[in-house]
C-alpha cells in the first residue's frame, strides 16, 4: 500500500486536502480501515477531477471484427506501468478452468473448447485501460490468464471468472480456490444466465465452500457505492441480445439480475457472483454502438467493475 501515499503526495493541493479530511475522519483504532479508506478517496477524487469517465468519448479499439493473433491489443492504447513498483501493480488475472468444453480457447486462435474465455481479449484490454485511464491505480496494460491451481495465483488480489454455467472443477482446483479466497484473495464471477446455469454454478461453488451460503447483496452494500454511488443493481445485456429484442434480459428465467456474496469469517466480502447479467460485455463491446456504450458500458458496466476492484484492492 505504500503507492498511495505517493499518490497523494503528487496530487494538487486541493485533491490532497479532500483525500486527508476523508482519512481524518476515519474510526480511530482501525489502522487497516484508515489506509483503506485513503486509498478509497483517492480513487473517488480521482474519477471526480475534470476529464473523468463520463466526459469520454466512444470506446476503443478494433471492435466487431475477425479475432486477432496472441499480443495484438485490437487498438487499445498500451502505457508504460512504474516498473520501480512492480508489488504495487494492479493485474487483471482471468481465470482458465474446466467445464465440459476443456481448458482451450473456446474457438480463440483455433485452440478448441473453452468458455473461461468468453469476451477475451477485448474485456479485459478495455477494462484495464479504463482503469488506468479513470483512477489512481497502477494497472498492468496485459493482464494475465492463469490456472487455479497455479501458484502464481497468491500473487494478485483480484480473480475473473466467466460463464460459469457448465462449469466442472477438478478437486485441486476445489481447493485451490478455496485456499486463494480464505487467504484473502477476490473473486468476480460474471456472465452466467438462467437457473439451470446457476445451478451449476451452486454446485461448484458448494464444493469450494460446503459450510458457506452465497447470498444476495442489498443495494445498500458499499460495493455499490464505493466509487460510483449507483442507484440500483444493473442488468447488463449482451450487445447481441440487447439490438435484437431491446430486453435487459437474455432468457424468460433470467429477468431479474443477482449480485451474490461469500462473506469470510471476519465479514470480508470474499466473493461477487455477478448472475444474469453480462458486465464483460460491456467491457468487451465498447466501441461497437453509441448506444449501448452510452446506455450500459459507461451507466453500469465500468462504474461497477470500478467499484469491486476498488473493494478488492482495500479489504
Known amino acids: 500500500?505504500?503507492?498511495?501515499?505517493?499518490?497523494?503526495?503528487?496530487?494538487?493541493?486541493?485533491?490532497?486536502a479532500s483525500i486527508l479530511r476523508t482519512a481524518f475522519y476515519a474510526r480511530a483504532g482501525k489502522p487497516m480501515l484508515f489506509g483503506a479508506t485513503v486509498l478509497v478517496a483517492v480513487i473517488a477524487t480521482v474519477v471526480a477531477q475534470p476529464g473523468?469517465?463520463?466526459?469520454?468519448?466512444?470506446?476503443?479499439?478494433?471492435?466487431?471484427?475477425?479475432?486477432?493473433?496472441?499480443?495484438?491489443?485490437?487498438?487499445?492504447?498500451?502505457?508504460?506501468?512504474?516498473?520501480?513498483?512492480?508489488?504495487?501493480?494492479?493485474?487483471?488475472v482471468r481465470i482458465r478452468y474446466s467445464d465440459g468444453y476443456g481448458r482451450g480457447w473456446g474457438g480463440y486462435y483455433g485452440r478448441g473448447g473453452g468458455r473461461w474465455a468468453t469476451?477475451?481479449?477485448?474485456?479485459?484490454?478495455?477494462?484495464?485501460?479504463?482503469l488506468h485511464e479513470l483512477t489512481a491505480l497502477n494497472v498492468d496494460p496485459q493482464g494475465k490468464i492463469l490456472e487455479l491451481t497455479d501458484e502464481a495465483l497468491f500473487d494478485y488480489p483480484f480473480i475473473y471468472l466467466i460463464e460459469p454455467g457448465q462449469m466442472v472443477l477438478s478437486e485441486d482446483e476445489v481447493k485451490a480456490?478455496?485456499?486463494?479466497?480464505?487467504?484473502?484473495?477476490?473473486?468476480?464471477?460474471?456472465?452466467?444466465?438462467?437457473?439451470?446455469?446457476?445451478?451449476?454454478?451452486?454446485?461448484?461453488?458448494?464444493?469450494v465452500f460446503p459450510?458457506?451460503?452465497?447470498?444476495?447483496?442489498?443495494?445498500?452494500?458499499?460495493?455499490?457505492?464505493?466509487?460510483y454511488d449507483l442507484k440500483k443493481k444493473p442488468q447488463v445485456p449482451s450487445i447481441h441480445a440487447w439490438l435484437n429484442t431491446g430486453l435487459t434480459?437474455?432468457?424468460?428465467?433470467?429477468?431479474?439480475?443477482?449480485?451474490?456474496?461469500?462473506?469470510?469469517d471476519k465479514g470480508r466480502l470474499m466473493a461477487i457472483i455477478c448472475h444474469n447479467t453480462d458486465l464483460g460485455d460491456g467491457w468487451e463491446r465498447e466501441g461497437e454502438s453509441?448506444?449501448?456504450?452510452?446506455?450500459?458500458?459507461?451507466?453500469?458496466?465500468?462504474?461497477?467493475?470500478i467499484n469491486i476492484v476498488t473493494y478488492a484492492m482495500t479489504h
Do not use: C
Open 1 to 16: 500500500m505504500r503507492w498511495w501515499r505517493r499518490l497523494v503526495r503528487s496530487m494538487g493541493s486541493s485533491a490532497r
Open 52 to 92: 473523468g469517465f463520463r466526459t469520454r468519448g466512444m470506446g476503443r479499439g478494433n471492435r466487431g471484427g475477425a479475432r486477432s493473433e496472441p499480443g495484438d491489443r485490437r487498438g487499445v492504447p498500451e502505457w508504460t506501468s512504474d516498473q520501480r513498483f512492480k508489488s504495487d501493480l494492479f493485474t487483471f
Open 119 to 130: 469476451d477475451y481479449p477485448d474485456s479485459d484490454l478495455n477494462f484495464s485501460f479504463r
Open 177 to 207: 480456490l478455496r485456499r486463494y479466497l480464505l487467504n484473502g484473495g477476490f473473486l468476480m464471477v460474471d456472465d452466467f444466465w438462467g437457473e439451470w446455469e446457476w445451478d451449476n454454478f451452486y454446485r461448484e461453488i458448494k464444493r
Open 211 to 227: 459450510d458457506r451460503e452465497p447470498t444476495e447483496l442489498p443495494l445498500e452494500h458499499e460495493i455499490f457505492h464505493l466509487v
Open 249 to 264: 434480459y437474455e432468457r424468460m428465467d433470467a429477468t431479474e439480475p443477482h449480485y451474490r456474496g461469500i462473506i469470510d
Open 290 to 305: 453509441r448506444e449501448y456504450f452510452k446506455e450500459f458500458s459507461e451507466k453500469w458496466s465500468y462504474p461497477l467493475g
